[in-house]
């Protein structure tokens, strides 16, 4: 087994640095005394950055819907920086709405860049974690990748997708010294419910009570989110400086509430169908002794 170990001054790759959990994590490593590759679509945005800490900070193009694009980032800022210690998939965006409303088109975005934009960049950083032996992999998947709800099944479907990639991906890379925790927040005030939230262009009546009050809800909530992004930043940094890393890491005494709600209902659930669930074996043949 490979050293966990990870060295200091790290260097952290966080796509999706302009806004909310981004930018914020972005700030804290710098602070933290790390070096930083800030990759966004519009890398402009982040110049004061470089202002702030020009030796410890690259900026770099990155739009993670374009793979060649994400394995020049990620060999650019090795060459840079020599090293990538810590990868965070942090790009995406939520969509709101009911199964049936969301278009295939709207669909497809969502999951492009939710689902297939990490595993672009993580496809295309990899080669250099395994060559190093160490690193680690923070997936910013959500509460929602964990607990389905009205109103955000396409959302949920590709964070849900982000969970059992990151399950199999943590049991791939362990004996080389990596490792992958999946970021599990709830309702954090960043910009996820306002300008990174789209709505599905559609909207049927028949899903008013449904659907419908999901979007009024996240639309009354935007502005009041309970957590501090900048202490998500400080956990963030806090798991990947701990020797034994937690697999899933929630964030926000809501989604706390919420995960352990889900948990307690799928074992009462499991538990109260268990006689079915063992019956559907093959019955057992009974043989009879001859002489």
């Known amino acids: 087994m490979a050293s966990n170990v990870l060295p200091h001054p790290r260097v952290w790759f966080i796509t999706g640095s302009s806004t909310g959990f981004g930018r914020a994590l972005a700030e804290a490593v710098l602070t933290h005394g790390d070096r930083l590759v800030a990759t966004a679509r519009h890398p402009e945005r982040l110049q004061d950055l470089v202002r702030s800490s020009p030796d410890r900070v690259q900026l770099l193009p990155l739009d993670v ?11 650019q800022a090795v060459a840079h920086f020599g090293r990538i210690d810590v990868l965070v998939n942090n790009a995406g965006y939520g969509l709101l709405g009911a199964v049936e409303e969301a278009t295939d088109a709207e669909t497809r ?26 690193g680690h992999i923070l997936m910013m998947a959500s509460v929602d990748g964990f607990i389905g709800e009205t109103g955000a099944g396409i959302y949920n479907a590709s964070k849900f997708a982000i969970e059992g990639l990151s399950e199999a991906l943590a049991q791939d890379v362990a004996p080389l010294g990596i490792h992958v925790t999946l970021i599990e927040p709830g309702y954090f005030r960043t910009d996820f419910t306002g300008r990174s939230l789209k709505e599905a262009a559609r909207q049927i009546e028949d899903y008013a009570q449904t659907s419908g009050v999901a979007r009024e809800q996240v639309r009354h909530i935007n502005g009041k ?19 034994h890393p937690p697999l899933r890491l929630v964030l926000g005494a809501d989604a706390l509430s919420r995960v352990r709600h889900k948990l307690q209902q799928v074992k009462e659930e499991v538990d109260s169908w268990e006689a079915t669930t063992v019956s559907t074996a093959f019955a057992a043949t009974s043989t009879r002794s001859s002489g």
């Not at 975005?109 to 974690?129: C, D, I, K, S």
């Not at 989110?225 to 020797?243: N, S, W, Y």
């Open 109 to 134: 975005q969502e999951l492009e860049t939710n689902f297939f934009g990490v595993l672009h960049v993580t496809r295309a950083v990899l080669p250099f974690l395994r060559r190093q032996r160490s």
């Open 65 to 75: 819907t374009n793979p060649p694009q994400s394995q020049d980032a990620a060999a």
């Open 225 to 243: 989110q309970p957590g501090d992004p900048k202490r998500a930043a400080q956990a963030m940094i806090h798991v990947v400086e701990t020797a």
